[in-house]
């Protein structure tokens, strides 16, 4: 029997099972696409066709309400690894140039007297990634967003070359190195926080996830805060709002303090 | 007659192999987050362990059983040489090539992704080049299958193509449809951002790329086993198959209805719409059709074996069966896993029922009851019977044969029950470590221990078989015959076309993918708007 007499209809067996086949398939796209939709009292529909769709799936905008806009402007930097992986030295030098302005708060060496972060030695995407949301709007702070809205793109990137370059240096109140807290180590599975040390080192460095070694314990109990209180939101997806929200206050403590305790020229040389 | 026996030997053996290293992983697995383990204290060990063993038990170790039992069979039921061993080699090595390449960045800690890959993590792409690699070595033994049988027929136009073959080649099919999901996901968009190439990916899409594959590749795993029920077991136990074409239309039904319901491994994904999901249900509920209709047809032919055996009465039948034979206990046992597998797989079809136990230790437990109980224990089965026929040794002691499969019976039960219990009570899948002194989950701590000590008894079973199949190598040589499959109680000897052929079952496959998945697909192929940033594992 060739094809033709396969593909025909007086083929039983073809007959039989396509009718049985497509049979099934329009009962059940009546089923799913019609019969149900309507047995949801609470979904509301214009008409047919509407009811279709939206149980294809297609996304559409209810008429009665505008998609909702997020409150906030969010970050919009995109990181791989291999992001400002090579900078060059005149991208350097042109970023201890500029960093000059920066120094009354980060320090000279890029290690902060004042409870701002230090710099000296960050991962270079880390501080690529603030600069363009302080600059964008995404991440606010009174004292830094006017030093960021007037960079450009490209001094925006020698700044981050040049605080890579720099070697890191001990924090300018080094204390005795504290014990591994739990959330460090473990997180909190039950309540969805991964641990610090995932992403943050000690475990593993996640791509534009800073190193927190040595930081200052204030800045890192206030950041923690701010994430959890939805003050500050330049995280992607909500990744830091999402812990920092399910964190006791207890355990922002621990990982703040042991942070800061930790001498920064234990970060791992990536580059 | 079974020429090329180095070869398929070689299959057995990579994937037994491979199977053994996958196996102790997953002993360590459940030992270590346990309540009878302190904690390793670093997840990505954990998660790279697991990416590895899911790799080999998902992707290399059924595949590699397929196309060795695929080669004997073309070889002894066709009872013709295999045409094209040299390309059964290339496909050998080049399977062998993706491993070792997808497997180096594994341990290395570049890919820890887990092997249904989860964009938009992204790890290092020789791990995802080696998985291609994998499956296009495997394509080439599905061409070799469908070539093999177009040889036969030429010789033999007309005949009914033994039932072996023609469920053989209906598994090569599939694979190979099956497959294409997976394929079209690594290339089109997961490599390209593991390339650097693109840094975004649209996570939803690939996920509904990979259900294309994840459903319908079990099928594809169980294919070896379901031709094991018909075609081995009433010949091993002394009785013969109940019905022919009750095999045929069984595999027929797995082409058809095995691949079009993939979607309900998305249901608790917002990119799919419910309608599609509620089609992949009902279809999804069709696939136990093909399983009842075969647990119906072996039920019968093993009561011809005891019928012939002289068993008398309603169940008097059962006790007179060869208990004491590997295969017997081996279908008994994988029957038994078959149904509580079966029976929790009709609750996860189910769109309601899933919303329970969806991402939760349930469906770990399942998947592993139906793999790693139903269908491995019928691969322990297939080489017990074949190993005689490629040594040219009978196997050492069945006693230790018996041991090995009732020590895997009971380890799967022992591992998979407590595993099932945990997740109707929310313990979640895919978590390196659980803190059983918090209140919310210490009264899982119980049930955890007792799967872990199972899985302890599945490597025993496991490294038991590892050494049964090992020292049959050095018994004395005997002749054990050619290798025959089962007559069935009325031999055909005209089978309808339809059910000697595959274009119109392949065609209906094709068409039912079509309308299945071709919408959820084009919309989210062509919406600028469904990407998300990719996050690279193991960089930096």
């Known amino acids: 029997m060739s094809a033709r007499e396969i593909f025909s209809s007086r083929n039983p067996y073809f007959a039989i099972s396509v009718g ?252 | 007659m079974l020429v090329n026996r180095k070869l398929i030997l070689a299959h057995f053996w990579l994937a037994f192999g491979g199977f053994g290293l996958a196996l102790l992983l997953g002993a360590w697995q459940m030992f270590v987050r346990s309540p009878l383990y302190a904690w390793i204290s670093n997840p990505e060990w954990y998660y790279r362990s697991l990416t590895a063993h899911g790799t080999v038990m998902g992707y290399v170790f059924p595949t590699l059983v397929a196309m060795g039992f695929g080669y004997a069979i073309t070889e002894s039921a066709l009872q013709q040489r295999l045409v094209g061993v040299r390309w059964a080699w290339a496909g050998f090595w080049l399977i062998v090539l993706g491993a070792v390449m997808a497997m180096v960045p594994v341990a290395l800690g570049r890919a820890s992704v887990l092997y249904t890959f989860y964009p938009p993590l992204i790890g290092n792409a020789f791990y995802y080049v080696g998985v291609v690699l994998v499956v296009v070595g495997s394509w080439i033994w599905v061409a070799l299958m469908s070539i093999n049988l177009r040889v036969w027929r030429r010789e033999h136009p007309g005949e009914p193509v033994p039932l072996a073959m023609f469920a053989n080649v209906a598994g090569s099919y599939l694979w190979a449809w099956t497959a294409v999901g997976a394929a079209l996901e690594l290339l089109l968009q997961i490599i390209p951002v593991a390339l650097g190439w693109k840094t975004t990916i649209d996570a939803g899409l690939a996920r509904v790329f990979f259900s294309w594959t994840l459903h319908a590749i079990v099928y594809f795993w169980l294919m070896p086993t379901y031709i094991a029920y018909y075609t081995i077991v009433p010949r091993a136990i002394g009785g013969r198959l109940y019905s022919d074409s009750m095999g045929r239309i069984a595999f027929i039904l797995f082409l058809i209805v095995a691949m079009p319901i993939g979607i309900h491994h998305t249901f608790a994904d917002p990119q799919v719409g419910a309608g599609f999901k509620f089609i992949h249900s009902a279809f999804t509920a069709l696939v136990a059709l093909p399983t009842l209709l075969t647990v119906f047809t072996i039920c019968a032919s093993v009561e011809i074996a005891g019928r012939l055996r002289g068993g008398r009465g309603l169940f008097g039948w059962i006790a007179v069966l060869p208990w004491k034979n590997p295969i017997m206990l081996a279908v008994a046992f994988s029957f038994v896993l078959l149904g509580f597998g079966g029976a929790g797989g009709l609750i996860n079809m189910s769109y309601q029922l899933d919303t329970t136990v969806h991402n939760t230790q349930w469906i770990t437990g399942h998947f592993h009851l139906i793999f790693g109980g139903a269908i491995v224990i019928m691969y322990f089965a297939i080489a017990y019977d074949l190993w005689p026929h490629l040594t040219g040794r009978a196997l050492p002691d069945l006693r230790l044969a018996r041991a090995q499969l009732w020590l895997w019976f009971v380890g799967m039960i022992v591992t998979t029950f407590p595993w099932h219990w945990v997740g109707i009570l929310g313990m979640p899948r895919r978590m390196a470590y659980y ?89 989210l192929a062509s919406r600028p708007d469904t990407s998300v940033p990719a996050v690279y594992v193991g960089a930096q």
Not at chain 1, 214 to 237: C, M, P, V, W
Not at chain 2, 489 to 515: D, Q
Request: charged share 15%.
């Open chain 1, 20 to 271: 049985v086949v497509a049979g099934i398939f329009v009962l059940t796209a009546v089923g799913g696409f019609i019969i149900l939709p309507y047995a949801q009292p609470e979904l509301k529909f214009a008409g047919i066709w509407d009811v279709i769709c939206s149980a294809a799936g297609l996304p559409q905008r209810s008429a009665s309400s505008d998609a909702v806009q997020p409150v906030r402007r969010l970050s919009e930097v995109v990181l791989t690894p291999t992001t400002l992986a090579h900078p060059t030295q005149e991208s350097i030098g042109r970023g201890a140039t500029l960093a000059q302005r920066c120094a009354i708060c980060h320090g000279p060496t890029g290690v902060s007297r004042a409870d701002s972060p230090n710099l000296a030695g960050q991962y270079g995407i880390v501080i690529y990634k603030e600069l363009v949301d302080f600059r964008s709007g995404a991440r606010t702070n009174a004292v830094m967003a006017p030093f960021a809205v007037n960079l450009t793109d490209r001094e925006i990137v020698d700044l981050a070359a040049y605080y890579a370059f720099l070697p890191r240096l001990p924090a300018y109140h080094p204390q005795q190195q504290l014990r591994k807290p739990r959330v460090v180590i473990y997180g909190a599975p039950i309540r969805g926080v991964a641990p610090c040390g995932s992403c943050h080192g000690s475990l593993d460095n996640k791509a534009g996830s800073p190193w927190l070694e040595g930081q200052s314990e204030t800045y890192l109990k206030f950041q923690l805060h701010a994430f959890a209180s939805g003050q500050r939101t330049n995280d992607i997806s909500q990744q830091m709002r999402n812990i920092a929200r399910a964190m006791t206050p207890q355990e922002i403590d621990e990982a703040a303090a042991y942070y800061a305790s930790q001498p920064s020229e234990i970060v791992k040389a990536t580059d």
């Open chain 2, 435 to 523: 803190d059983y002194a918090d209140p919310a989950i210490s009264p899982q701590a119980f049930s955890v221990t007792l799967s872990a000590i199972g899985a302890i008894i599945l490597l025993i079973s496991g490294l038991l078989f590892l050494f049964i199949l090992a020292t049959a190598h050095r018994q004395t040589a005997t002749e054990a015959g050619a290798y025959r499959f089962s007559v069935a109680v009325h031999p055909p000897t005209t089978v309808p076309i339809a059910l000697n052929t595959f274009a119109l079952w392949v065609a209906l496959m094709i068409g039912l993918t079509v309308t299945n998945y071709g919408y959820p697909i084009a919309v």
